[in-house]
Each structure stands twice: as structure tokens, then as C-alpha cells.
């Protein structure tokens, strides 16, 4: 099997190195998509071992995630994992991530952080925005009330899978309109453990509460249009 890892990245010269260099020993390439980023996001990847796409513009990471799957896809992977490029995803977890693909279990993987594996540095206001989230997903978007964590960035997805589910939203909505398909599929999913540490850089970056009416707002206006 040939692992392909993609990481999405927007300004992130600082932090995308020590990213790249971590995550290459656990998979078989990196492909880092510099979301339009205007520092060295780009060239710090390269010399840290990673194959650089580049979007002119910034266009948001579920575009980035598609646009770095497809590549994944062109240079034969036949396990695509997506990764965060700030540091935040753990990747001594990607192994456990990628294992029930491997062993036929499951088509899709998503990292969960409410599996028994504490979080470092969550803030109480991200547990209760995340949980808000998951019951967000159950009633109203109609997925799975067993997903945990609906909004993990962290997942690995099998060759068919990621021929399956073309996303369309480019920013913050396209997780939960993955999390959508999959439910809406025959796909065989499942959840596993992951740690995410959590930094005031991160956070900052971060999802913010705001962030999740605009991602309601987004796929209200893609159902009906």
C-alpha cells in the first residue's frame, strides 16, 4: 500500500518543517497544499521533504484537502491520510488511523478526541463548541449519532473512498459535508483514538464560535442550491 499524507497549509512557515519531518516517518510521501499563503509556508515544506502544490489564491481548506487528494490519487495512493499543518495532530496516532484500513474494517477512519485519549491544552469553551457540533450534526445535518467528534480535521480515507466523496465546500463546512456522505454511503466507517495539542498559535488559527454559524450558513445555501 502507498500512504499519502496531505496537509493543507495557509501561513504556516513556522510551524509546517517540524510538521512534515514528524508526519514522514509514519507515511510513504507528504503532499502539502500552501493555500495561497504570502511567507515561506511553500519553501520550508520543500526542504523539509514535502511535494508543494500551490493555489494563487487563498481558497480555503476544504479546497486544499481536494485539491491535495487529487494529486494523492494521481501518484497512486492507495491510503490518503489528512492532516492538520500546525503541529496539532499527533502523528504517533496516524499508524492506529490508517491500521483498519489496512485490515479491510473500514473504508474511512476518522481521529476522534473523545475516545479516551485526552487533548492537550482543550480549553472548556472548544469541549462545549465541539459538543455543540456533534448534537448540531445528529439532528440536523442527519449524521450518525455514533461519530463523536464530527468535526475532526484528522482522517484516512482508502482509494475508493476518496474517489467517492467529492466535497464541495472550500473552507471550514467540508467536514461536516464529508461526515454527510459518509453517512449518506455504503462506506464502512469507524472512529479511533487521536490526541490533538493544542498551543496559543493553534488557537488562535482556530475554529472560533462564530465559525460555526457561517459553517451552518454554508450548507444551507449549498442544500438548496
Known sequence: MKIVAVMPAYHEAARIGTAVSHVRVCVDEVIVVDDGSRDDTAEVAREAGARVLRHAVNRGQGAALRTGTDAALKRGATIIV????????????????????????????????FLGVRSEGMPFARRVLLFAAR?????????????TDPQSGMRALSRDAAMQLRWTQDRMAHCSEILRMVSQSSLAWT????????????LAKGQKATDALKIVWQLLVRSIS
Open 191 to 202: 472512529e479511533v483514538p487521536v490526541q490533538i495539542r493544542y498551543t496559543a498559535d493553534s
Open 82 to 113: 489528512h492532516v492538520d499543518a500546525d503541529g496539532q495532530h499527533d502523528p504517533s496516532f496516524l499508524p492506529a488511523l490508517i491500521a483498519p484500513i489496512q485490515r479491510g474494517e473500514a473504508a474511512i477512519v476518522f481521529g476522534s478526541r
Open 135 to 147: 448534537q448540531f450534526s445528529g439532528l440536523v445535518l442527519g449524521i450518525s449519532r455514533r461519530m
